[in-house]
T-cell receptor, first 113, second 111 residues
Framework: NAGVTQTPKFRVLKTGQSMTLLCAQDMNHEYMYWYRQDPGMGLRLIHY???????AKGEVPDGYNVSRLKKQNFLLGLESAAPSQTSVYFC????????????FGPGTRLTVL | AQSVTQLGSHVSVSEGALVLLRCNYS??????LFWYVQYPNQGLQLLLK??????LVKGINGFEAEFKKSETSFHLTKPSAHMSDAAEYFCAVSDIYKLSFGAGTTVTVRA
């Protein structure tokens, strides 16, 4: 039981490049989330999904897109990376409802030059 | 909108001393509150959660938190700090879909 896994662990991009971060969970959770963590700002929600085929905007969605084609996977895309998107990205999942505990992946450290 | 405020971005304690991390919440409905811990270079893991069943909530690693409606607070405590408690701690409040996190409090433990 791997829990929540994230791919890749580290990535360096140049401004304007695109990339996709992959999150996978093997706990049959309905809800999945993408956060970014920046010093002194806690975790801020980018997008979330309450089930396969659904997505919704969080607090800081601009510049990101997501897809949830399969229940176990939640993809985060950056179409044209900017230095302001340099951050640590965390994926999380919960069984159902935001009121249940979330399980977090190990994070992806992204640097945009 | 629901939100939490963590008072103090850094806390330094001696090994064996009380750890007290402060969190105040704002919510128009009975809140669901959480404390998470993040060790260096890791993801967050749940310490404890409040879901209105009891005002004093016990979590992992000897931590506990007390819900005080009159003070809109959910402070985290541990009677005796251990070196392994050095980490960043986040308070969070949830609505039906998602969590909103505080800015975090970094705990350092002095030998």
């Amino acid at each position: 039981n791997a829990g929540v896994t994230q791919t890749p662990k580290f990535r360096v991009l140049k401004t304007g490049q695109s990339m996709t971060l992959l999150c996978a969970q093997d706990m049959n959770h309905e809800y999945m989330y993408w956060y970014r963590q920046d010093p002194g700002m806690g975790l801020r929600l980018i997008h979330y999904s309450v089930g396969e085929g659904t997505t919704a905007k969080g607090e800081v969605p601009d510049g990101y897109n997501v897809s949830r084609l399969k229940k176990q996977n939640f993809l985060l895309g950056l179409e044209s990376a900017a230095p302001s998107q340099t951050s640590v990205y965390f994926c999380a999942s919960s069984l159902a409802s935001g009121r249940m505990a979330q399980f977090f992946g190990p994070g992806t450290r992204l640097t945009v030059l | 909108a629901q939100s939490v405020t963590q008072l103090g971005s850094h806390v330094s304690v001696s090994e064996g001393a009380l750890v007290l991390l402060r969190c105040n919440y704002s919510s128009s409905v009975p809140p669901y509150l959480f404390w998470y811990v993040q060790y260096p270079n890791q993801g967050l893991q749940l310490l404890l959660k409040y879901t209105s069943a009891a005002t004093l909530v016990k979590g992992i690693n000897g931590f506990e938190a007390e819900f005080k409606k009159s003070e809109t607070s959910f402070h985290l405590t541990k009677p005796s700090a251990h070196m392994s408690d050095a980490a960043e701690y986040f308070c969070a409040v949830s609505d039906i879909y998602k969590l909103s996190f505080g800015a975090g409090t970094t705990v350092t433990v002095r030998a």
